[in-house]
């Protein structure tokens, strides 16, 4: 009998032991057994979020989402037993049986079929992108025959504005890589900026990735959907450029490469930002042709080049008005001071002539501008130097980029003494000096420091960092954000000094011999300056063509700069009537009346 | 009518219970294995139902029936074991079934595992033979024909081969000479030769490629000693944590995955992942990883329940043990409670990687109609001994 109390006792001690070891099994260690639970049955997917919108400063849609449906194929639900090759030929069917009742060819070869079994085989191939609304119907109509098939919703770029603005709101392709902080077995598509406003708010935009859990079986397939972690869509973004403004500066381009830029002068608002010749991002999406791709590349007139702020020009006599403010201010010269203009001016064995060799006889500071005498820049260059010019430059915002909130932005160049020697290895001359005065030589600067410079001079003094992105909204239940302006400085000139340069620019269009009458708009008061800026070898006598300008004179609402690349005469001649058209839009004046 | 009344009254009523729980919980859990799978494992627990009816009536039957009545024709019964054993071999009956020949077939259709009756009729003949009246179990040669009974079999089951299965019977011989009054000391010899045996195994399975012998000739040496390469994948895979991950090693990652990831109270009826996602083998996991079942969805507490029916069953038997009214019966309970309790702890004990991967079913829980009928009836024997046992 004790024996057989043995006998219990050892089997008892057995069933404790399994006992026991269940319990650090299940209880003790089971979160570990957890981990690998997770780690071989669950597949993170990433699931991109909507992209924001962006808006001009009335809430028209620049950059919108479209909607698109496509066709996806649970696999799941066709897998065969055995070989892999039945899968794919039972996947294979039903495409082929849904092309028929839709009738649109499948676009997925066998060989596709085979990869997305190998590395997609969790998620559903979507078999069609983009259907129509006959597809659609037609899918409907035989949909409910068909088993493992069903609609899928992904979002495409679309610009309903088609090419206005679309150097500044650039572009987007598809998101190639995801260094995120969470790794995911699956990506589904996504899109990144890849130019303009899309690149530089492209993590505003694109919101937060959810992340989806799928369960899948012990052969891969989908089981069931856990839990996901809803994707987080981008924020809109507001722009200060105003759509019909953009529209209207982009017509004054037409047929020329070149650039245009509306600023509002009272707080920087950038309310157009045109460059010529334009491009529209819905050539973008979803994939831009190779061919398409190279013609761009390619073009003589670099059509990807956003001019406006990316392309550096020498400024030529739109430089004038600085340069006069650096002399006022340095007090070598004031609103009494003339000089006379022989048509040239010698310095040393050096001959710098006026425009065209014009003999523009006795002139003041105001009449100078007016008629753009070189003769008395060259001179009141000389008189304040190099070194007023180049501060008053930089206190205006020129050789260093404005910061605006956009892609591509040039610093252009402001030289001076240090700049050449260290460019050039030699010392400034005075020559350089008179060409500066001019806005000729090393100097370069983009059409939008241009207008930052007009509306400064519009506004009395205020330098503006161009406001491109009135504010934004992260999400819809989110108040709207505005960016405030902001004023980078104030320049005080001495009163009276700005009055008079400003009092030139208006008699360069308002007056009889200005250079910039062509930019008269009928019941309004423009004031501005022109200039023809030669570049490249001197004999090719290739020029740029240059207008600046604001109006109205007395209470000024847009400083404009505009950029012609080519022009075979002046930039008065040429330009102007195309700043007209610009004005003439903005203060709803029709151009017939002219 | 009114004798079997009485002695239906006369049933060991908690051993009842735990049997039929268990069998409710195995069909349960057979019926959860199989619903992710092909119709043929939907069905699986309609035809385990099927083998629990017959399970009952041959506990009854049994029950009823007095043992001395299978006393009387142990040793027809054991040869008759022995002679299935030996059909397994003859082509035409014996079927092979993944590289075993555990089956036996008539006209293509698969009828029975020999080795399941086999068991019973070595208790049968164990008990016989230790148990006449007027033997000393102290008597040397009544061990050795012990000994030689218990053999026969044994080799016969493991050249099917099902090593498992074989070693069961070891512990089996164990339990009735331990009832019957064997010698403590010739008990310990014997133990002390299967460690000996066991500790040899495991030598030749370790040593070679410890000093440096490549695979083919160790799997040679191994093959002569009649260790399988498939029984040495077992046991590496036991021994070692991670060796062959995508083969042998599958089952018991996946199963200790189960089993662990089940916590308190599991994941549910249905739920368990591995089981529905079939990371649990979906051939094995109705018959010998059906614990995993459990303990997946149903978590400790399960397994609790489980391993709780389990020791009720296995305290029933000791104590039809010590109620048996005489040697006879004492020695079948005995074989019968070691031979349960081996399936049990050697099952479980697989499932949760305590013990190398052998094909040894659940008592009462693993789908299997054979092994149904066999411990149902030999669990009848006992309820045969408990109900003619004195009470106090």
């Known amino acids: 009998m004790r024996r057989l109390l043995w006998l219990w006792s050892g089997m008892f001690a057995g069933l404790l032991l399994l006992l026991l070891a269940l319990w650090r099994m299940q209880l003790g260690l089971g979160s570990q ?224 490469a070149g650039a245009a830029v509306v600023l509002d002068p009272a707080n920087g608002d950038v309310l157009a930002l045109a460059s010529s010749p334009g491009i529209d991002p819905n050539w973008f999406c979803p994939v831009l042709p190779r061919t398409v791709w190279s013609r761009l590349l390619t073009d003589a007139d670099k059509p990807l080049l956003n001019r406006a702020l990316g392309g550096t020009y020498p400024p030529g006599s739109i430089f004038k008005p600085v340069v006069g403010l650096a002399a006022l201010e340095q007090n070598v010269i004031n609103a009494t001071f003339t000089l006379d203009c022989p048509g040239s001016f010698k310095l040393g064995n050096q001959t710098f002539a006026c425009y065209q060799g014009h003999v523009h006889g006795v002139v003041n500071l105001r009449r100078s501008l007016e008629v753009s005498c070189n003769v008395f820049f060259y001179q009141a260059g000389l008189m304040c130097g190099i070194e007023a010019l180049q501060a008053t430059s930089r206190m205006l915002g020129l050789g260093r980029r404005t910061g605006i909130a956009a892609e591509g932005e040039a610093a252009g160049l402001l030289p001076g003494r240090a700049w050449k020697q260290q460019a050039r290895g030699e010392g400034w001359r005075e020559g350089d000096t008179c060409n500066i005065a001019i806005g000729q030589g090393a100097l370069l600067v983009t059409p939008l420091q241009m207008a930052v410079v007009t509306a400064a001079i519009a506004n009395g003094g205020f330098v503006y960092r161009p406001r491109l992105v009135l504010g934004r909204r992260r999400t819809l239940s989110a108040g709207f954000q505005e960016e405030p302006p902001v004023m980078v400085r104030k320049i005080n000139w001495r009163p009276g000094n700005l009055d008079l340069v400003r009092a030139g620019m208006l008699d360069v269009v308002q007056g009889s011999a200005g250079t910039g009458r062509r930019g008269q708009v009928p019941g309004v008061s423009v004031a501005g300056k022109t200039g023809t800026a030669e570049y490249g070898r001197k004999q090719d006598g290739r020029k740029h063509g240059w207008m600046i300008a604001f109006a109205p004179f007395e209470h000024p609402r847009y400083a404009v700069a505009m950029v012609v690349d080519e022009i075979a005469t002046a930039g008065g001649a040429e330009v102007g009537p195309r700043m007209r058209q610009l004005l003439c839009s903005l203060f709803q004046v029709p151009e017939e009346s002219i | ?189 014997l133990a002390g030769a299967g460690a000996l045996v066991l500790a040899a195994a495991l030598i030749l399975l370790l040593a070679p490629p410890a000093l440096g012998w490549d695979e083919a000739r160790h799997e040679i040496l191994l093959e002569r000693c009649g260790i399988s390469a498939y029984q040495k994948n077992r046991v590496m895979v036991f021994l070692k944590r991670d060796a062959d991950p995508l083969d042998a090693g ?114 009462l829980l693993s789908y299997g109609g054979t092994f149904m009928v066999g411990a149902m009836s030999a669990l009848g024997i006992v309820q045969s001994v408990y109900i003619r046992g004195e009470r106090n």
């Open chain 1, 33 to 256: 057994y957890e981990v690998s639970l997770e780690r071989q049955s669950v597949r993170r997917v990433r699931i991109p979020g909507v992209r924001g919108r962006i808006f001009d400063r009335d809430g028209v849609c620049l950059a919108d989402n479209r909607p698109g449906y496509g066709i996806a194929v649970y696999l799941e639900e066709l897998r065969q037993a055995g070989r892999q090759a039945r899968t794919v030929h039972a996947v294979r069917r039903l495409l082929d049986q849904v092309a028929g009742l839709t009738g649109m060819a499948s676009p997925v070869s066998d060989r596709q079929i085979e990869e997305h079994l190998f590395y997609r085989r969790a998620l559903p191939l979507v078999a069609w992108r983009n259907l129509g609304q006959r597809e659609m119907a037609r899918l409907a109509e035989a949909g409910a025959g068909l088993r493992a098939v069903d609609l899928v919703v992904d979002f495409e770029r679309v610009y309903p504005q088609g090419a206005a603005a679309g150097h500044l709101l650039g572009y987007v392709g598809k998101l190639e890589h995801v260094d995120d902080e969470e790794s995911y077995h699956y990506y589904l598509p996504d899109l990144a900026g890849r130019a303009g406003l899309e690149r530089r708010f492209d993590e505003f935009l694109s919101g937060r990735a959810g992340g989806q859990l799928v369960r899948v079986d012990v052969a891969g397939f989908r089981h069931d959907e856990i839990s996901a972690r809803p994707a987080v869509p981008g924020g809109d973004l507001t722009l200060t450029l105003a759509l019909d403004i953009q529209r209207a500066a982009e017509r004054a381009l037409e047929g020329v």
């Open chain 2, 1 to 189: 009518m009114r004798r079997l009344g009485i002695l239906f009254r006369r049933m060991d009523w908690s051993v009842v219970l735990a049997v039929i729980l268990l069998l409710g919980i195995g069909v349960a859990f057979i019926f959860s294995a199989g619903q992710s799978q092909s119709a043929a494992y939907q069905t699986l627990y309609l035809k385990q139902m099927l083998w629990a009816g017959l399970g009952i009536v041959c506990f009854l039957g049994f029950a009823f029936t007095d043992y001395h009545h299978w006393y009387h024709r142990a040793w027809w019964l054991y040869f008759l074991g022995l002679a299935l054993l030996l059909l397994v071999f003859v082509p035409g009956i014996g079927v092979r079934i993944s590289g075993a020949r555990r089956w036996i077939q008539f006209a293509g259709v698969r009828l029975l595992q020999p080795a399941e009756f086999a068991k019973l009729g070595l208790i049968l003949a164990l008990a016989r033979l230790f148990g006449a009246p007027a033997r000393n179990p102290r008597h040397r040669r009544l061990i050795l024909i012990g000994l030689g009974l218990t053999l026969a079999p044994f080799f016969l089951i493991a050249s099917q081969p099902d090593l498992g299965t074989a070693l069961v019977l070891l512990p089996v011989l164990g339990g009735v000479m331990l009832a019957a009054g064997v010698p403590a000391r010739t008990l310990w010899g």
């Open chain 2, 250 to 363: 599958w089952n018991k990652a996946q199963s200790q995955i189960a089993v662990g990831s089940g916590r308190l109270w599991g994941k549910g009826f249905q739920r368990g992942t591995q089981n529905i996602l079939g990371f649990l083998p979906r051939t094995v996991a109705p018959n010998d990883f059906i614990f995993s079942v459990i303990a997946e969805e149903k978590g400790f507490a399960g397994s609790l329940t489980v391993l709780s029916l389990m020791a009720v069953i296995i305290y029933g038997g000791l104590r039809a043990a010590l109620a048996a009214p005489d040697r006879i019966g004492r020695l079948l309970c005995a074989g019968i409670t070691a031979l349960i309790f081996c399936h049990v702890f050697v099952n479980i004990a697989m499932t949760i990687g305590l013990l190398p991967i052998t094909g040894l079913p659940l008592p």
